[in-house]
């Protein structure tokens, strides 16, 4: 189970799955990467596809800073319900961008000239030690005047279904470097940064873009 959804494992092709999305996430094999990308805080284990030493496995590679569940093969059609009194949740996922509220247009408005005003008073410092420091100049007017983000959707998104964001400076690939991801995967970020964005993501997301490209690549997601 991802922020906004579920995750559970398609029983012919082991894949992870997001039902809400309609397609995969990726193979079984590429699960470590697939929760560093989408910041995964719960998954679900259907052990009718998994043996109990694979879910062990899993749980113990991956770390105690996600929730696990296991489904027995008897309660498959419970999957993604957070009681056996609670079914269909899967299947009945409201989409909600927060994006889109008034709220949080103003807030990442905010952010984006605050992070202005934090530039400008240190200016003196990444003008001469950042590495980013002629990206930062070209595009720090264009968002002080609203015309740039700081943080959009990775490369600027052209499906209709999600609101409309200006350009971005950054984006969640710059938090995820070190893996090549595919046009689905992009989509898909693009999804959760509208739907599940709020202030602290934007700054998670600029946070990571400050460290070194990662050489080694593991393959693409």
């Given at each position: 189970l991802a922020p906004d959804g579920s995750e559970v494992?398609?029983?012919?092709t082991t894949r992870v799955i997001r039902p809400e999305l309609g397609d995969s996430l990726g193979r079984l094999d590429q699960l470590e990467e697939?929760?560093?990308i989408y910041q995964i805080e719960e998954?679900?284990?259907c052990s009718k596809d998994l043996r109990a030493q694979e879910i062990l496995s899993w749980m113990t590679s991956l770390g105690a800073g996600i929730s696990y569940k296991i489904v027995p093969e008897e309660s498959l059609s419970i999957i993604g319900s957070s009681s056996k009194n609670e079914p269909g949740e899967l299947y009945t996922i409201e989409i909600k961008y927060n994006i889109a509220?008034?709220?949080q247009r103003r807030n990442k408005r905010v952010l984006d000239v605050a992070i202005c005003l934090l530039l400008l008073?240190?200016?003196?410092f990444w003008l001469f030690f950042s590495e980013k420091r002629a990206m930062l100049f070209k595009n720090w007017g264009l968002v002080f005047i609203g015309k740039k983000h700081w943080v959009s959707y990775a490369i600027q998104a052209s499906d209709p279904m999600?609101?409309?964001l200006k350009p971005g400076v950054f984006s969640m690939l710059d938090a995820i470097k070190g893996i090549e991801p595919t046009q689905s995967t992009i989509a898909r970020l693009n999804y959760l940064y509208a739907k599940d964005w709020d202030v602290s993501r934007d700054l998670d997301i600029l946070f990571k873009s400050r460290r070194p490209n990662v050489q080694k690549h593991t393959g693409r997601i």
């Amino acid at each position: 189970l991802a922020p906004d959804g579920s995750e559970v494992q398609d029983s012919v092709t082991t894949r992870v799955i997001r039902p809400e999305l309609g397609d995969s996430l990726g193979r079984l094999d590429q699960l470590e990467e697939i929760v560093r990308i989408y910041q995964i805080e719960e998954i679900i284990f259907c052990s009718k596809d998994l043996r109990a030493q694979e879910i062990l496995s899993w749980m113990t590679s991956l770390g105690a800073g996600i929730s696990y569940k296991i489904v027995p093969e008897e309660s498959l059609s419970i999957i993604g319900s957070s009681s056996k009194n609670e079914p269909g949740e899967l299947y009945t996922i409201e989409i909600k961008y927060n994006i889109a509220q008034a709220g949080q247009r103003r807030n990442k408005r905010v952010l984006d000239v605050a992070i202005c005003l934090l530039l400008l008073c240190t200016s003196p410092f990444w003008l001469f030690f950042s590495e980013k420091r002629a990206m930062l100049f070209k595009n720090w007017g264009l968002v002080f005047i609203g015309k740039k983000h700081w943080v959009s959707y990775a490369i600027q998104a052209s499906d209709p279904m999600l609101p409309a964001l200006k350009p971005g400076v950054f984006s969640m690939l710059d938090a995820i470097k070190g893996i090549e991801p595919t046009q689905s995967t992009i989509a898909r970020l693009n999804y959760l940064y509208a739907k599940d964005w709020d202030v602290s993501r934007d700054l998670d997301i600029l946070f990571k873009s400050r460290r070194p490209n990662v050489q080694k690549h593991t393959g693409r997601i």
